[in-house]
């Protein structure tokens, strides 16, 4: 072994083949190699112990310095330049990554697991199944699992997790999400305040603490077409008449702890015919017996208030009235305006409050009678309050030909006695006020008016008398004495039976053209009898048997004063107690 230099660089030379060269030094008064070059091996150096190289001093590995080592006073490096991989490898038991002897920071173990650690605990092992965090697993952006099974268990599938899952951003899923436990809670709000819960063989529980809206179904479309939509589907394979297609419990809590249904809305189906589908909805409440009533049936055919005849009013309240229209259901009476009708069950009382106009109006569309300054065309009747303060009725008809009203009374039997309680077909009663009650007309009294339009034609008063309208003549120029016995033996009834009775029993047409008797529409007299021309053809008749006794005895007054002298004969007309009309 020699020492060279070649003119630039010094060479320590082993010129013997394959002898290694060896630098030895004295430690301590012994001999000790510090490095060694195995030439045999192509110079691998052995050092003796440490290599130490100072700051920002690198160990550079690779023909192209491809490896760096170095620390460069805060920091240690291992630099990878190269172009292939930085592999670390080991066919030991394992690679663990220390804090010192104390702490292990990663262990991977050959043919087994790795551990990644956190402050000396296991935070990341892997194991034949796949990987295990203990604690949070905190991804900053997304966490992808491609392929994986199809979870069908809390265990299985392509993330399990039995520490729950906390997600801080949105939640998309291509497929079902499923909470297979009995009693599954999902959680909406900071607070919790709404809840939607799993209850078995029960469904879905929506809780909310607070007094907002628990379940809100919004549409933002702009156009015209039905939203948001909430459809109750029923998807059976048989459906079959009286299915319930879905149905609305209202239940809640009683006094006594127990839960109780209060209500509930049905839709059944009433018809399941293609083509000719029905349906039905039901709406029922808890009446105080605790049993559920159908208290409003609507379907196709009729809409149904109280069908199971329950103590339920109906009431319909307008803008100031709080029973515009009202049924008793317990004392079964209708009224309208009114709280507390003065009829008795099933009857009907409308109270139009201090209205004057009319209380009830009939109409029908067929009808137009052209009397639009009283009432529209097609009435044809109406009642209404006489008087605007002190009440009493009108009844009014309207139409365009007689009669405008007619009173029918149709009876299954009668009554042929005369007296003043008897009974009739039509019963006209009239009573007077008496306190608080009422009782008969005085003397005199009016019961029965009747007038053309407003003039009072006729008036049968509390005696029974008629009373014919003043304007009327009371004596004719017939001689009605002769009228009244051709009317009479025109009924086959004479009572004078003469050669001038015979004459006169054939002009029937008198009496018509007198007025006493009816004609027929085809001009023909009948034997409908004119009341009232009677009373004055019998007042008639007895004035002019009145004169003519009068005229008779003036003529034997006259007689006797030529006969007798007038002191006589007065003295005679005061004892026969007859007085001479001036």
């Known amino acids: 072994m ?11 030379k082993n010129t013997t083949s394959d002898g290694d060269v060896t630098i030895k030094g004295n430690d301590g008064g012994s001999e000790i190699s510090l490095l060694t070059f195995d030439v045999s091996a192509e110079g691998v150096a052995t050092f003796n112990k440490d290599i130490k190289i100072g700051d920002s001093g690198k160990a550079i590995f690779g023909a192209g310095s491809d490896l760096l080592i170095y620390h460069d006073g805060s920091h240690s490096y291992i630099q990878d330049e190269g172009t292939g991989d930085l592999k670390i490898t080991s066919n030991g038991n394992a690679i663990s990554f220390q804090k010192g002897t104390s702490e292990t920071m990663a262990f991977f173990d050959t043919d087994a697991g790795c551990e990644l650690y956190h402050d000396n605990v296991a935070r990341f092992v892997t194991d034949s199944a796949g990987a295990n965090v203990t604690g949070t697993l905190d991804v900053s952006s997304r966490v992808v699992v491609a392929g994986g099974t199809e979870a069908t268990t809390t265990s299985d599938g392509s993330i399990a997790t039995a520490g729950g899952l ?22 909406f709000g900071a607070d919790s305040e709404i809840t939607l819960t799993h209850v078995h063989n029960t469904g879905l529980v929506i809780n909310s603490g607070a007094g907002s809206n628990t379940l809100q179904i919004q549409s933002t479309d702009g156009g015209n077409s039905a939203g948001p939509i909430l459809n109750f589907y ?38 399941v015919v293609n083509g000719q589908e ?17 208290t409003l049936r609507l379907d196709r055919v009729e809409a149904v208030f109280n ?9 319909v309240e307008s803008n100031n009235q709080t029973h515009m229209f009202f049924i008793d259901g317990g004392a079964e009476f209708v009224s309208t305006g009114d709280t507390a009708p003065d009829v008795s069950r099933l009857g009907l009382c409308l109270n139009q409050a201090g209205n004057d106009g009319n209380i009830l109006s009939l109409k029908n569309s067929d009808v137009a009678h052209g009397i639009t300054d009283e009432a529209e065309t097609d009435t044809f009747g109406v009642f209404k309050k006489q008087n605007a303060t002190l009440g009493g009725l009108q009844i009014i008809g309207f139409s365009e030909d007689d009669p405008g009203v007619i009173v029918q009374a149709n009876n299954a039997s009668e009554t042929t006695a005369k007296s003043n309680v008897a009974d009739g077909g039509i019963i006209l009663r009239s009573s007077l006020k008496s306190g608080t009650a009422i009782g008969g007309h005085g003397t005199n009294g009016n019961l029965v008016v009747v007038g053309n339009h407003s003039v009072i034609r006729f008036i049968l008063d509390a005696e029974g008398d008629f009373h014919a309208d003043s304007s009327s003549t009371t004596f004719d120029a017939y001689d009605d004495a002769q009228l009244v016995r051709a009317y009479d033996l025109s009924h086959g009834r004479g009572v004078i039976n003469s050669k001038f009775d015979e004459y006169v029993k054939y002009k029937h047409e008198d009496l018509a053209d007198a007025g006493l008797v009816g004609r027929e529409d085809d001009g023909t007299p009948n034997h409908f009898i004119n009341v009232t021309g009677f009373q004055r053809l019998h007042n008639g008749a007895i004035w002019q048997q009145y004169e003519k006794h009068q005229k008779l005895a003036s003529a034997f007054y006259k007689l006797a004063t030529k006969t007798i002298g007038k002191e006589e004969a007065d003295k005679l007309l005061t004892e026969e107690e007859i007085k001479l009309l001036n």
């Open 307 to 315: 069908e199971d005849s329950e103590d339920l009013d109906f009431r």
């Open 166 to 187: 906390s997600v801080t951003k949105d939640t998309v899923m291509g497929d079902d999400l499923k909470m297979l436990s009995d009693g599954s809670v999902i959680h």
């Open 234 to 271: 029923r998807n059976s394979a048989s459906p079959a008449d009286g299915d319930i297609l879905g149905k609305l419990n209202f239940t809640g809590n009683d006094a006594g702890g127990s839960t109780h249904s209060y209500g509930t809305i049905e839709m059944e189906c009433n018809g």
């Open 2 to 12: 020699g020492l060279e230099f070649d003119g630039v660089n010094s060479i320590i």
């Open 278 to 294: 029905q349906g039905k909805f039901i709406f029922k409440v808890s009446m105080p017996d605790g049993a559920l009533a159908n």
